[in-house]
């Protein structure tokens, strides 16, 4: 069950940014596109840390396949591993009052500070020791989430560009 945005008329993308939750959108620094939405960088309003925040307008035949993968993330949190992406929250917001049942999505989640790999791998030169480093993170996060008991989970779409990085080293 996604957390609602209870009577809250749909907001305004524009530079003022909203609030969604304890969180603020700044809705001029786009961190990437994908199929479902466009993330943009956050801010917590409660501990004034940066977040990414994923809003998608998913059409009524994709909405389950997103509460699903919402539900996915949940659960990888709690333990989690290290190199799978925190999840923080979500929340639904309707779009038009109710008439047409459309909403929006945001899905909250850590703020991966250097990008994608395939924009770290343009920006720098990647030492055979670095591409070893990556390829072992990625390794062990593809094991857990293969693992996992009692459900294995598949993730399907693993590319460069799907690949977040943290830190330099």
Not at 40 to 67: C, F, H, V, W
Not at 90 to 115: A, H, M, N, P, W
Not at 132 to 153: C, E, T, W
Request: some cysteine; proline content about 6%; hydrophobic content about 35%.
């Amino acid at each position: 069950e996604l957390n609602k945005l209870c009577n809250s008329p749909p907001r305004s993308p524009y530079p003022s940014g909203a609030d969604i939750g304890p969180y603020k959108i700044d809705w001029l620094t786009a961190l990437g596109r994908g199929s479902y939405g466009i993330v943009y960088k956050g801010t917590n309003l409660e501990t004034n840390g940066s977040i990414a925040i994923k809003r998608t307008k998913p059409p009524a035949d994709l909405m389950q396949k997103i509460i699903d993968e919402i539900q996915i993330m949940k659960t990888l949190n709690n333990p989690g591993h290290v190199n799978i992406i925190k999840y923080i929250a979500d929340y639904e917001q309707d779009l038009d009052g109710g008439k047409t049942g459309r909403s929006q999505i945001f899905i909250v989640t850590e703020l991966c500070t250097k990008g994608t790999l395939e924009e770290y791998a343009k920006m720098f030169t990647l030492k055979k020791e670095h591409i070893f480093h990556i390829s072992r993170q990625l390794a062990g996060a593809l094991s857990y989430l293969h693992n996992l008991k009692p459900h294995h989970i598949v993730h399907r779409d693993v590319k460069p560009e799907n690949i977040l990085i943290t830190y330099e080293n």
